[in-house]
């Protein structure tokens, strides 16, 4: 192997996108520093090693620190062009072996993974930190008069309308009932006036915290307080909630969802008669406890409530976790996604499992670096490119099939179908199943 071919081979490199200006040789007939041989050229025919004095400036160290971890090199101008705008290219040059030419896929992939967590992450803990700028916001301007005067106004439109929607559901419900051969008169009335009176004291409640709010001049320092100790009260709550009665659930869901700035509630409404005979049935059921055997369920149940009210206390600690885990239930798609193009195509023998995994980590590298995009976009800007990105990324799908394997177009759009839902449907049971398991190791 001559100076030449390494020079030619080392070319190949991350060094190639800033093509720096080549130096003259002038240290012919030198010793090589590492083995000796005399030196043709910059790189030692001998060993390889460069005659370069090393010496670089700092940027160019950070250049090299960021190679190495992300292993990039001059083939990234070649893949990327390809993974994002020519798929189908892409994916028959890695099934029929031109392979050099391209990043390795894996290593796409795991650095596709790697961005899409770091700017998830990024994203979630950006959103949360707006959100709690928002909500101090409002919490401060509640120390004026103007500012409580409004807060108050709108504690007392939302008094309004929540009376209006249970009063106008009561009687949907009691005409209902009255249809019903043989009904009850007396008992139906008697049910829709206690639905009238629990939404007028209900309105009436509401109604006297906005006024105890306008007249109320530490209203923002409660507010803030309150905020800081969300967290805290709604875990309290959380863990005081009662499943087997559906009047104590109501209440205590009511109290989770008003342990925030007054004026924001969320409310929770019980079941109907039926539904609660049916869930006390089902809890007579499951429950054991009448008959001194031990309620597993309940312990169950227990140990779920303590979990997630230490998820909500501590939301950091929780996110910590689930990302710690992301990355590698995220990997699982791979087979998932490789296996669901081995399905589509199982008539065609001349592709193995080993080429829809290489067609599998493209895709997957794509949906990746997409999405991490949009998780560092602006907040205004993220709406309008989640539409392109939706409607991207079946159309990569569709192109990779059609260019890859050499689908017709009605063959590839089915099949685009089947492993678009097959994927989407694994990607929501495996984010469901991480916030599961983060849950269970709180």
Same mark, same amino acid.
């Given at each position: 192997?001559?100076a030449?071919?390494?020079?030619a081979?080392?070319?190949?490199?991350?060094?190639s996108?800033i093509r720096?200006?080549?130096?003259?040789?002038t240290h012919q007939?030198?010793?090589?520093?590492?083995?000796?041989?005399?030196?043709e #050229?910059?790189?030692c025919?001998?060993?390889?090693q460069n005659?370069?004095?090393h010496h670089r400036?700092?940027?160019?160290l950070?250049?090299?620190?960021i190679?190495g971890?992300f292993?990039?090199d001059g083939?990234l101008?070649n893949t990327?062009?390809?993974?994002?705008?020519?798929?189908g290219?892409?994916?028959k040059?890695y !099934?029929e072996?031109r392979?050099v030419r391209?990043?390795?896929p894996?290593?796409?992939?795991?650095?596709?993974l790697l961005l899409f967590?770091?700017s998830? @992450?990024?994203?979630?803990h950006?959103f949360?930190?707006? *959100? @709690?700028?928002?909500?101090e916001?409002?919490a401060?301007e509640l120390?004026?008069p103007? #500012?409580?005067k409004v807060?108050a106004?709108?504690?007392?439109?939302g008094?309004?309308? %929540?009376? %209006?929607?249970?009063?106008m559901?009561a009687?949907?419900?009691?005409?209902?009932d009255l249809?019903e051969?043989?009904?009850?008169?007396?008992?139906?009335?008697?049910e829709?006036?206690?639905?009238?009176?629990?939404?007028q004291?209900?309105y009436a409640k509401?109604v006297?915290?906005?006024?105890a709010?306008?007249k109320?001049?530490n209203?923002?320092?409660?507010a803030?307080?309150?905020l800081?100790?969300r967290g805290s009260e /709604?875990?309290?709550?959380i863990r005081? !909630?009662d499943?087997?009665s559906?009047?104590?659930?109501?209440?205590?869901a009511?109290?989770?969802?008003?342990a *925030?700035?007054a004026?924001q509630?969320?409310? /929770?409404v019980?079941? %109907?008669?039926t539904k609660?005979?049916?869930i006390?049935?089902?809890v007579?059921?499951? #429950?054991?406890?009448?008959s001194?055997k031990?309620?597993?369920?309940a312990?169950t149940l227990?140990?779920w409530k303590?979990?997630?009210?230490k998820a909500?206390?501590?939301?950091?600690?929780?996110l910590?976790?689930?990302?710690g885990?992301?990355?590698?239930?995220? /990997?699982?798609l791979?087979p998932?996604t490789?296996l669901s193009?081995?399905l /589509?195509?199982?008539?065609k023998?001349?592709?193995?499992?080993?080429d829809h995994?290489?067609v599998?980590?493209?895709?997957?590298s794509?949906?990746?670096?997409?999405?991490?995009?949009?998780?560092?976009?602006?907040?205004a800007?993220m709406?309008?490119f989640?539409?392109?990105?939706?409607?991207w990324a079946?159309i990569?799908l569709?192109?990779?099939?059609?260019g #890859?394997y050499?689908?017709?177009?009605?063959g590839a759009?089915?099949?685009?179908?089947?492993?678009w !839902?097959?994927s989407?449907?694994?990607?929501?049971l495996?984010?469901?199943?991480?916030?599961?398991?983060?849950?269970? *190791?709180?």
């Amino acid at each position: 192997m001559t100076a030449a071919d390494l020079e030619a081979g080392v070319a190949d490199s991350a060094a190639s996108f800033i093509r720096p200006k080549k130096k003259p040789f002038t240290h012919q007939g030198e010793p090589c520093k590492n083995c000796g041989t005399p030196l043709e #050229g910059w790189y030692c025919h001998s060993c390889g090693q460069n005659a370069d004095t090393h010496h670089r400036s700092i940027l160019h160290l950070i250049w090299e620190a960021i190679e190495g971890m992300f292993h990039l090199d001059g083939r990234l101008a070649n893949t990327l062009p390809l993974l994002f705008f020519k798929p189908g290219k892409l994916a028959k040059d890695y !099934m029929e072996g031109r392979i050099v030419r391209h990043v390795p896929p894996f290593r796409t992939f795991l650095v596709a993974l790697l961005l899409f967590i770091f700017s998830a @992450e990024h994203a979630i803990h950006g959103f949360r930190h707006q *959100q @709690e700028l928002k909500e101090e916001k409002e919490a401060a301007e509640l120390a004026t008069p103007a #500012g409580r005067k409004v807060k108050a106004d709108l504690i007392r439109k939302g008094a309004t309308e %929540d009376r %209006d929607g249970r009063l106008m559901s009561a009687a949907a419900q009691r005409d209902e009932d009255l249809k019903e051969a043989g009904a009850d008169k007396a008992k139906i009335a008697q049910e829709y006036a206690d639905d009238v009176k629990e939404a007028q004291d209900r309105y009436a409640k509401l109604v006297a915290e906005a006024d105890a709010l306008e007249k109320n001049p530490n209203a923002a320092a409660e507010a803030l307080a309150k905020l800081h100790n969300r967290g805290s009260e /709604v875990a309290e709550q959380i863990r005081d !909630m009662d499943f087997q009665s559906s009047d104590k659930l109501e209440a205590s869901a009511n109290k989770i969802a008003d342990a *925030q700035i007054a004026g924001q509630h969320f409310n /929770v409404v019980a079941p %109907d008669e039926t539904k609660r005979a049916e869930i006390k049935a089902a809890v007579a059921e499951q #429950g054991h406890g009448a008959s001194g055997k031990r309620d597993y369920g309940a312990e169950t149940l227990g140990s779920w409530k303590k979990n997630l009210a230490k998820a909500v206390a501590n939301p950091d600690y929780f996110l910590l976790v689930m990302f710690g885990w992301a990355h590698r239930l995220a /990997v699982l798609l791979l087979p998932i996604t490789g296996l669901s193009l081995a399905l /589509v195509y199982v008539n065609k023998r001349q592709y193995f499992i080993y080429d829809h995994l290489l067609v599998a980590t493209n895709l997957l590298s794509f949906s990746f670096l997409i999405y991490a995009i949009l998780f560092v976009l602006p907040g205004a800007m993220m709406p309008w490119f989640l539409g392109i990105v939706q409607l991207w990324a079946p159309i990569n799908l569709f192109q990779t099939l059609r260019g #890859g394997y050499g689908s017709s177009i009605i063959g590839a759009l089915l099949k685009t179908f089947i492993v678009w !839902m097959i994927s989407m449907t694994s990607f929501g049971l495996l984010v469901g199943g991480l916030m599961v398991f983060t849950l269970s *190791q709180m």
